[in-house]
């Protein structure tokens, strides 16, 4: 693995500690023209973080962020402090969200200015969110705000973009190349074409030709993913697909129902024991194609779905904890370099973060240090 260091100059790759922990990093904190015209003046996402409510016995809502506060990703001390508060806790870079739309760029306010200024001297690679860009933020998926735009001349175009980000030097690289995701590979028309453009471009800039990953991200992007042009795929947490039924609505559930025994809210929120993901996504097989490791720390999407949200009770450090220590373990286990992702860094609006929160504190950090460092997080 090769990431680079707060210094300028990178480690030599057997320097850095393996497994690397990659966070994913959303860059939404931070009002934007378009959002304005959609959602409102002045509209981000702690918007609906503040307003979330309970929505049954026990349901930890809002979640109200502590030592960061409600922060602003312009503001050049935030994105600082976020890097020292990362390294601190023993994750290896930021994955950053990237939105292209036909060459047309989102929320790039942020890592514009980490690229232009050098700071934070902390590692990161992108993840392109090619969906269409839909009232989903708030459930409404059935309306699009922006729609994606595939062509071979945008493949070059994003390709050559994309060339010129490698060259930072505090991009992640493994055996010196760079390494770029896709959340929804089946998006792309010809993803062949696609990744072969990526390559040959960033070749002939010279920055090395790139590792392509296709993010596990829903149902649809399951399988070996190298006869599409990608080199390994990431597991991505939740893992909708395996889930099954939520246990609140099995038939006891469904017959306390009909005698009004049970809460309303249920009907519609789909709810898990968090133990139950952990479960289920620990004990998947190793596919016969590479794939990187992917947990949670928590998961609910109340706050932008308060009446169809899902929702993994039960979180804590302490299960979390034990969830990655499980999965830098079978990262290990594999041949070649090898990677943890953590969803996510900073996802407030669907309860998903490592940031720290005014019940929780730095516990989840805490408890992603002591995993790395090899030990077993004590408290709860």
Same mark, same amino acid.
């Given at each position: 693995?090769?990431?680079?260091?707060?210094?300028?100059?990178?480690? $030599?790759? =057997?320097? @850095?500690?393996?497994?690397?922990? *990659? &966070?994913?990093?959303?860059?939404?904190?931070?009002?934007?023209?378009?959002?304005d015209?959609w959602?409102?003046?002045g509209?981000?996402?702690?918007?609906?973080v503040?307003?979330?409510?309970?929505?049954f016995?026990?349901?930890?809502?809002?979640?109200?962020?502590?030592?960061?506060?409600?922060?602003?990703?312009?503001?050049?001390?935030?994105?600082?402090?976020?890097?020292?508060?990362?390294?601190?806790?023993g994750i290896?870079?930021?994955v950053w969200?990237?939105?292209w739309?036909?060459?047309?760029?989102?929320?790039?306010?942020?890592?514009?200015?980490?690229?232009?200024?050098?700071e934070?001297r902390?590692?990161?690679?992108?993840?392109?969110?090619?969906?269409?860009?839909?009232?989903?933020?708030?459930?409404?998926?059935?309306v699009?705000?922006m729609?994606?735009?595939?062509? $071979?001349? =945008?493949? @070059?175009?994003?390709?050559?973009? *994309? &060339?010129?980000?490698?060259?930072d030097q505090?991009?992640?690289?493994l055996?010196?190349?760079p390494?770029?995701?896709?959340?929804?590979?089946?998006?792309?028309?010809?993803?062949?074409?696609?990744?072969?453009?990526?390559?040959?471009?960033?070749?002939?800039?010279?920055v090395?030709?790139?590792?392509?990953?296709?993010?596990?991200?829903?149902?649809?992007e399951?399988?070996?993913?190298?006869?599409?042009?990608?080199?390994?795929?990431?597991?991505?947490?939740?893992?909708?697909a395996?889930?099954?039924?939520p246990?609140?609505?099995?038939?006891?559930?469904?017959?306390?129902r009909r005698?009004?025994?049970?809460?309303?809210?249920?009907?519609?929120?789909?709810?898990?024991?968090?133990?139950?993901?952990?479960?289920?996504?620990?004990?998947?097989?190793?596919?016969?194609?590479?794939?990187?490791?992917?947990v949670?720390?928590r998961w609910?999407?109340? &706050?932008?779905r308060?009446?169809?949200?899902?929702?993994?009770?039960?979180?804590?450090?302490?299960?979390?904890?034990?969830?990655?220590?499980?999965?830098?373990t079978?990262?290990r286990?594999m041949?070649?370099?090898?990677?943890?992702?953590?969803?996510a860094?900073?996802?407030?609006g669907?309860?998903?973060?490592?940031?720290?929160?005014?019940i929780?504190?730095?516990?989840y950090?805490?408890a992603?240090?002591?995993?790395?460092?090899?030990?077993?997080?004590?408290?709860?």
């Amino acid at each position: 693995m090769e990431v680079v260091s707060r210094s300028e100059e990178r480690l $030599p790759a =057997d320097s @850095v500690p393996s497994p690397t922990v *990659l &966070a994913f990093f959303l860059p939404q904190f931070h009002p934007i023209p378009e959002n304005d015209r959609w959602w409102g003046d002045g509209f981000t996402d702690w918007r609906s973080v503040a307003l979330a409510r309970p929505r049954f016995r026990g349901h930890q809502q809002p979640h109200v962020p502590a030592d960061l506060g409600f922060y602003d990703l312009r503001v050049p001390e935030v994105r600082q402090r976020q890097a020292e508060m990362a390294e601190a806790a023993g994750i290896g870079g930021f994955v950053w969200y990237h939105y292209w739309f036909g060459g047309r760029r989102l929320l790039e306010r942020p890592f514009d200015e980490v690229r232009r200024s050098g700071e934070p001297r902390f590692p990161y690679l992108l993840c392109w969110a090619n969906e269409p860009w839909t009232r989903a933020w708030d459930g409404k998926t059935g309306v699009t705000l922006m729609d994606q735009i595939y062509s $071979p001349d =945008d493949d @070059v175009a994003h390709g050559r973009w *994309l &060339a010129e980000v490698f060259a930072d030097q505090r991009y992640v690289r493994l055996e010196g190349r760079p390494v770029f995701l896709v959340y929804r590979a089946s998006e792309l028309p010809d993803p062949k074409r696609t990744t072969d453009i990526w390559r040959q471009e960033a070749t002939r800039a010279g920055v090395g030709e790139p590792l392509i990953f296709r993010v596990e991200s829903a149902a649809g992007e399951m399988g070996d993913p190298r006869p599409l042009g990608f080199d390994a795929a990431v597991e991505f947490a939740p893992a909708w697909a395996e889930l099954g039924r939520p246990l609140r609505r099995s038939r006891p559930w469904f017959w306390a129902r009909r005698l009004g025994l049970t809460e309303p809210a249920f009907g519609k929120l789909r709810v898990y024991p968090y133990e139950y993901l952990m479960s289920r996504m620990s004990q998947r097989h190793s596919p016969a194609y590479p794939r990187f490791p992917g947990v949670t720390p928590r998961w609910d999407n109340t &706050a932008r779905r308060p009446e169809t949200g899902t929702v993994f009770t039960g979180s804590t450090p302490r299960l979390y904890g034990q969830w990655l220590a499980d999965a830098l373990t079978r990262s290990r286990a594999m041949s070649g370099p090898s990677l943890v992702f953590v969803n996510a860094w900073n996802e407030w609006g669907e309860g998903n973060h490592l940031e720290p929160d005014e019940i929780h504190g730095l516990a989840y950090l805490d408890a992603t240090r002591t995993a790395v460092n090899g030990g077993a997080y004590e408290h709860t």
